[in-house]
């Protein structure tokens, strides 16, 4: 387990939401990093009276932790907790657990982390963060100052976990690197069960840049691109092909000069291998980035030499409008044993796929039953409370929990079947 690891479980099983004035993200985190002409190696535990307006800290002083770093090694780290209420680009920010459809203030944490007499570097955690893209973080946390953040490593990419590392060279502070982390905790059932928590998003700071790349040992630096503030196309879903999380750098999207014909890429050239649906090249290759899934992920294998995922792709016309709905199933063997998670995607208002909302539930399979046009979905899973989910207009919400062995007093179909005979039209 390496340091970021072992002060995220920390962060996690120690969230008090007490804290003082409301501060701008940007400007805190600018107040805790040292100044450019600053001496030594770290900033003093006892920190400024502009830091503590905006944090409340559990203790004055920092306490002693054992942990691992990146090479096995047991260290001794030291660290100071806190929380605060932040403001993201002048505004209130509401987290959301999308398993449920509720909103909530946001609980932020921080950690100051080093050595016995200084700290080198901090954490700010927050949990059920909304936030699925890595190419869109930056924007929605620091708008105004983006230009800041040069991205400077993809360490880990996948639908369930990514980690980006960005150089920050904010004009008169010295140089550091901060590590931005999104991990899903509602990736199974049974996960998601012990936490009651969607997500966890995590920005590390670092003061020490071989600290730094020895957290993303392995990963090649990318060239230098500085981050732009916004556009009117900022959360264009179009932008998720440079994360290279689908990997379309492969086979680049090719338009015609009258930009009627478009090219598969070779990604989604694979995940529709076989699929009977009327979708366009460009809405494949679409839900192929708003998928979030990595050749890298179905590519991987077990040591035995099999797959660990295997995803399957099940077009649909709920509504008999003659636009399809998608549903993608994800289905895991890492654990020995199937677990299929699947994700549903519609055409919005504006003409494009959207996730609606995306991950729809987890466990053995989902079952299609109720009403028309868009039917009641039922997610199963033997080990936990099955759950209802309902359309509300725009997308599928949970509208019911089912507790686990009761005999269901509706009618259902599998999914696939319901697919199986759409497709037969073709």
Known sequence: MNKLAALLIMLFLF???FAQSKTELFDLIKKMIPD?????????????ADINQSIKWNSSLPKSNQVYNSSGKQIELWRKDGTARILLNGKDFLCENRVEGKKHSCNWSFSLFGAKTVYQGFFINVTDFPIDDPIQAIDMLFKENASVFQRYKKCIEGAVMWQD???VTIPGKRTVWMMVQFESLSATGPQYNNTKTDNTFTLGIYFNKEETDAECAGAPELPANPVKASSANANSKATKEETGRAQSKESTTKISSNSTTVELTQFAAVLFKDVKTNLTNKEKNDITSLSGLSANELNAQTKKGKSKYEVSVYPLDFNKDGTEEIFLCVTSKTLGIPMHTYFFYSKGNGGKYQPSPGKIGSGVKILVSGRTPFPDLITLNALSPREKWSWNGT???VTQT??????LSFPTRNIEEV???YVQRF
């Open 15 to 17: 969230q008090p939401v």
């Open 36 to 48: 450019e002409d600053q001496p030594g190696q770290g900033m003093p535990w006892n920190t400024s």
């Open 165 to 167: 590392l960005y150089k």
């Open 395 to 397: 997308m599928y919400r």
């Open 402 to 407: 089912i507790p686990a062995g009761k005999v």
């Open 419 to 421: 697919s199986a005979e």
